[in-house]
């Protein structure tokens, strides 16, 4: 009898959501989510995802597990054949236990594709031994999902559309020191939204706004970097406000309509307008696919903002964000729901490999 011990291998990351200025909508290519216009962002401290993949030999299939749950089918899916390309490119086909954990509650209506998909490219191209540029990361991400390629890099960031997957990544543009901004996320709904942004960035080309959009978006990307470069914030607050209404008015003129906003959604818009109008504390709406308003603001009105937006009406909590660093690989036992029993005990022949039971 003897007993030998096994780490299987492993690796954690840290990614930071990230919300956009200028956002992506639509797609050259919807399979490889090649954009069709460039986008800049600015990645998230507070919203962020954790994520572990342990490759195991014996394991007959990919699992996923979202804050502490068994996630569902599609989930699995999508995550799984994320991981495919990776294993592709490393040439190594084990299955993968994948352990993830939003900073944010599940079903906050705060999207987490961004941050997850950016950790799950980091942690699984880690652990099987690929050691990627950032660009090469960004490209491996956005395959995932679209902002998620910006969610590699920390402080403000550019994806850069290239019109072909080789050329299609995020770059930074600012380091997150470079600007003390806030986004205080105003959480209106927690429902699933029915409509999610892969059918929205379908959809997006039947609108008859949509190549009216198209065709400003080379301007409106110059004036955000020059306004974030200058630090002129009332420039940058009037372009992001902008920015996101033509967003959503491409998506409510598509065929179908895609309507995200809610009552509070617009309550928040008018009652931000009103504030500035009245000498009160600054900020600015961006929406993504969703009818959460994110307000962003200068540090030193943040704490007056959030209370006064937690009275207005339909906005059920807030979650304030800080701009976030690069996302990062760390110690798998800083996981909140993770792998403090790093090792599996092979008893013998027989039991090689057996999983612990959790
Ligand atoms: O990455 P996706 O497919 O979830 O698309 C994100 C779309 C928006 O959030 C609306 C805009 C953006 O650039 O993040």
């Known amino acids: ?53 342990e490759f195991h030999p014996d394991l007959p299939a990919d699992e996923l597990t979202i804050n502490g749950q068994p996630a569902d089918w599609a989930a699995v899916k999508r995550a799984s054949a994320h991981l495919d390309r990776i294993r592709d490119l490393a040439r190594k086909y084990w299955s993968a236990r994948i352990i993830s954990t939003n900073s944010f509650p599940t079903g906050a209506g705060i999207a987490s594709s961004a941050s997850g998909f950016a950790a799950l490219t980091l942690a699984a191209t880690k652990v099987l031994g690929l050691n990627l540029s950032k660009s090469e990361l960004s490209r491996i991400a956005r395959l995932g999902s679209g902002s998620a390629s910006r969610s590699i890099d920390g402080g403000f960031v550019e994806w850069q559309p290239g019109g072909r997957h080789e050329d299609s990544h995020a770059t930074p543009l600012a380091p997150a020191n470079h600007w003390d901004l806030v986004d205080i996320i105003a959480i209106i709904s927690t429902e699933h939204k029915k409509v999610g942004s892969s059918m929205g960035h379908s959809l997006a080309h039947t609108s008859p706004f949509y190549q009216a959009r198209l065709g400003t978006v080379q301007v409106m990307l110059q004036s955000v970097r020059r306004a974030i470069k200058e630090k002129n914030f009332t420039a940058f607050g009037k372009l992001i406000e902008e920015e996101a209404i033509s967003l959503h008015v491409s998506a409510m003129s598509s065929r179908p309509s895609v309507l995200y906003w809610q009552p509070g959604t617009v309550a928040l818009m008018q009652a931000l307008r009103r504030w500035r109008d009245d000498g009160g504390p600054v900020g600015y709406f961006t929406m993504d696919a969703g009818p959460n308003v994110h307000v962003i603001a200068q540090r030193k009105h943040a704490a007056a903002l959030q209370e006064k937006i937690l009275n207005v009406q339909g906005v059920q909590d807030t979650l304030f964000c800080g701009i976030g660093s690069a996302a990062r690989i760390i110690d798998s036992d800083l996981h909140p729901f993770g792998y403090g029993d790093s090792h599996v005990a092979s008893l013998g022949k027989d039991t090689q490999n057996r999983l612990p039971t959790r």
Not at 45 to 51: E, G, N, Q, V
Request: charge should be neutral; avoid cysteine; hydrophobic fraction near 45%.
């Open 1 to 53: 009898m003897y007993k030998t011990l096994v780490t299987l291998p492993r690796a954690t990351a840290i990614a930071g959501s990230n919300i956009a200025f200028v956002k992506y909508w639509g797609n050259l290519d919807d399979t490889l989510n090649v954009p069709m216009n460039g986008s800049i962002s600015m990645t998230l401290d507070a919203a962020h995802t954790i994520t572990t993949v």
